[in-house]
Nanobody
Framework: QVQLVESGGGLVQPGGSLRLSCAAS????????MGWYRQAPGKQRELVAA???????NYADSVKGRFTISRDNAKNTVYLQMNSLKPEDTAVYYC???????????????WGQGTQVTVSS
């Protein structure tokens, strides 16, 4: 079993910043891709940013230049630094982590519980 614990969401004014964290624990042999997704009310879940084991990054066009994804492999943690936040960034943010489990080396892809980000004045 692999568990993810997210933190860092909240209410922020337009133009403000937030930093999300997602820590993975459990039967982890290795972690490859880590990513953040978001889902606004009435909309589909969308990719916000992703980072590979080699630290290659990918961002949605809507967040390029404002958000930065990073990872700490020693802590099995992925971060999302969000700057210049806009009301349209309001959503529930989910992290997703993929890798291999200990013992069987079976692949896993696990979702966090989600954290609410609200951008409003």
């Amino acid at each position: 079993q692999v568990q993810l614990v997210e933190s860092g969401g909240g209410l922020v004014q337009p133009g403000g910043s937030l930093r999300l964290s997602c820590a993975a624990s459990g039967s982890i042999f290795s972690i490859n891709a880590m990513g953040w997704y978001r889902q606004a009310p009435g909309k589909q879940r969308e990719l916000v940013a992703a980072i590979t084991g080699g630290r290659r990054t990918n961002y949605a066009d809507s967040v390029k230049g404002r958000f930065t994804i990073s990872r700490d492999n020693a802590k099995n943690t992925v971060y999302l630094q969000m700057n210049s936040l806009k009301p349209e960034d309001t959503a529930v943010y989910y992290c997703n982590v993929g890798g291999l489990m200990t013992g069987t080396l079976a692949p896993f892809s696990t979702w966090g519980q989600g954290t609410q980000v609200t951008v409003s004045s």
